[in-house]
C-alpha cells in the first residue's frame, strides 16, 4: 500500500520563527490535506490541495502540492505558542478513496 | 468543535469486560469511519459506513465490533480486548465515501489492563 514520510518528526523552535515541514510519497497522490492535533483532541483540517503545484494559504499557514504529485509541504510563519501539536499530512491516490495519513510532525515551542 | 463528538473520552477496561465507544455527527454527513490512533503510528482505517451500510472492513479483528443504527450514529463495540488495543479510537464523518474532507471527533483514549 501506500506509505507517507513526513519530516521533520519533530521540531523545536522559538516563538517568531517559520516553520517547514514536508512529506513524500512512493506514488502519485491527487489530493494533499493537512491536518493539526492538538493535545486530548483529534485531527483538525488546516488545508485541503487538488492541484499539482497548488499554493494555498490559511493565515500563517501556507501548503503547496508538489508539482511531482509525490510531496507537499507546510509552512508556517512567525510561530506563536498555540501553534504547538502534531502536525500530520495525508493523501488519497487515483481512484481510491481512502486516505493515507502521514507519522506526523510534532511541533514544540521554547520559551 | 467540529461538530462530532465521541463518548467516553476516556475508557479504562479490562480484558474480559465489554464496552462500546460513541460517536455523533451533527453535519448532515453520509459517511462515518473509525480510526485507530497508536504512539508513532499512522492513523490506521478501521472500519467505514456511508449511509449505515458497511462498506470497508480492514482486516480487523472480530473483538471490534462496529454499529450503525443511523447516518448520525456509530459505535463500536469491544469484548475481550488485549492489551496491544490500547490507543486513541477516533471517529471522523465526511459528506460521502471518498469525499476530501474528513471532520474528526476529539477521540476516546482506551487503556487496555
Known amino acids: 500500500g501506500q506509505q507517507l514520510n513526513q519530516s521533520p518528526q519533530s521540531m523545536f523552535i522559538q516563538e517568531g520563527e517559520d516553520v517547514s515541514m514536508n512529506c513524500t510519497s512512493s506514488s502519485i497522490f491527487n489530493t494533499w490535506l493537512w491536518y493539526k492535533q492538538d493535545p486530548g483532541e483529534g485531527p483538525v483540517l488546516l488545508i485541503a490541495l487538488y492541484k499539482a503545484g497548488e499554493l494555498t494559504s490559511n493565515g500563517r499557514l501556507t501548503a503547496q502540492f508538489g508539482i511531482t504529485r509525490k510531496d507537499s509541504f507546510l509552512n508556517i510563519s512567525a510561530s506563536i505558542p498555540s501553534d504547538v501539536g502534531i502536525y500530520f499530512c495525508a493523501g488519497r491516490t487515483f481512484g481510491n478513496e481512502k486516505l493515507t495519513f502521514g507519522t506526523g510532525t510534532r511541533l514544540t515551542i521554547i520559551p | 468543535e467540529t461538530g462530532v463528538t465521541q463518548t467516553p473520552r476516556h475508557l479504562v477496561m479490562g480484558m474480559t469486560n465489554k464496552k462500546s465507544l460513541k460517536c455523533e455527527q451533527h453535519?448532515?454527513?453520509?459517511?462515518m469511519y473509525w480510526y485507530k490512533q497508536s504512539a508513532k503510528k499512522p492513523l490506521e482505517l478501521m472500519f467505514v459506513y456511508s449511509l449505515e451500510e458497511r462498506v470497508e472492513n480492514n482486516s480487523v479483528p472480530s473483538r471490534f465490533s462496529p454499529e450503525c443504527p443511523n447516518s448520525s450514529h456509530l459505535f463500536l463495540h469491544l469484548h475481550t480486548l488485549q492489551p496491544e488495543d490500547s490507543a486513541l479510537y477516533l471517529c471522523?464523518?465526511?459528506?460521502?465515501?471518498?469525499?476530501?474532507?474528513?471532520?474528526f471527533g476529539p477521540g476516546t483514549r482506551l487503556t487496555v489492563l
Open positions: 453535519l448532515g454527513h453520509n459517511a
Open positions: 471522523a464523518s465526511s459528506q460521502e465515501v471518498g469525499n476530501n474532507e474528513q471532520f
